[in-house]
């Protein structure tokens, strides 16, 4: 079964609003890197965290193990903040688990 | 310098023909991995070397093979090219013995199989 189940699949949000990604894991993992893909394809690392919170201008996530959760937060969308968001679980033994995607639209 | 480099950044192959994809980090990771990376889909490990030990994933095992000469330098090949092959190779690397794990990912080779 899927180690990561990402949420929502789509996302749209009008400019200048908010929201939240969300990543659950089904098994312990020690740390969570989030990702934006670039128009070509390519992955930008957003955040990586072994714990806590992280914050980054207009994004935040946090990494909660315990619980076994991450989110990603996105304030006062831009229309360049369109595209799809991954998250990569890291179970601590050299594989890393990636959720299915959040696509994003910003609205104008 | 946490850059890791891919090349090529496109290739447009032959059905039936190989293809050779090149990757390279200098941060001294003990990890490499290549993921196949189709539109709409979540990246897909096809192998990774941890050190000197390569690990591929199930079903991918007969049709991707790799190389690791040295620490900082990687390859992936298609020995015969399917139109199924076509996609983005992403190369990432991390330190998985130091504990810290983070990917670090290239700027993909997009293949094209014609």
């Known amino acids: 079964g899927d180690q990561v189940e990402q949420s929502p699949s789509a996302l749209s949000l009008h400019e200048g609003t908010g929201s939240a990604l969300r990543c659950n894991f089904t098994t312990t993992m020690r740390a969570v890197q989030w990702f934006q893909q670039n128009s070509r394809g390519s992955l930008i690392n957003l955040f990586y965290?072994?714990?806590g919170t992280k914050e980054n201008g207009r994004l935040k996530s946090t990494f909660n193990s315990k619980e076994s959760y991450s989110t990603l937060h996105i304030r006062d969308a831009q229309l360049e903040d369109s595209g799809t968001y991954f998250c990569?679980?890291?179970?601590?033994?050299?594989?890393?688990?990636f959720g299915k995607g959040t696509s994003l639209t910003v609205i104008p | 310098d946490t850059t890791v480099k891919q090349n090529p950044r496109y290739k447009l192959a032959r059905v039936g023909k190989p293809v050779n994809l090149i990757c390279s980090q200098t941060m001294n990771h003990d990890t490499m991995y290549w993921y196949q990376k189709k539109p709409n889909q979540a990246p897909k490990l096809l192998l990774f070397?941890?050190?000197?030990?390569?690990?591929r994933e199930a079903d991918t095992f007969e049709k991707f093979q790799s190389s690791r000469p040295n620490n900082s330098f990687c390859s992936l090949y298609i020995g015969s090219a399917g139109l199924e092959y076509s996609a983005m190779y992403l190369c990432a690397s991390s330190s998985q013995g130091a504990n810290t794990g983070q990917l670090y990912f290239g700027e993909g080779s997009k293949l094209t199989v014609l």
């Open positions: 990569a679980a890291d179970p601590g033994y050299q594989n890393f688990y």
């Open positions: 965290l072994a714990s």
């Open positions: 070397y941890y050190d000197k030990i390569l690990n």
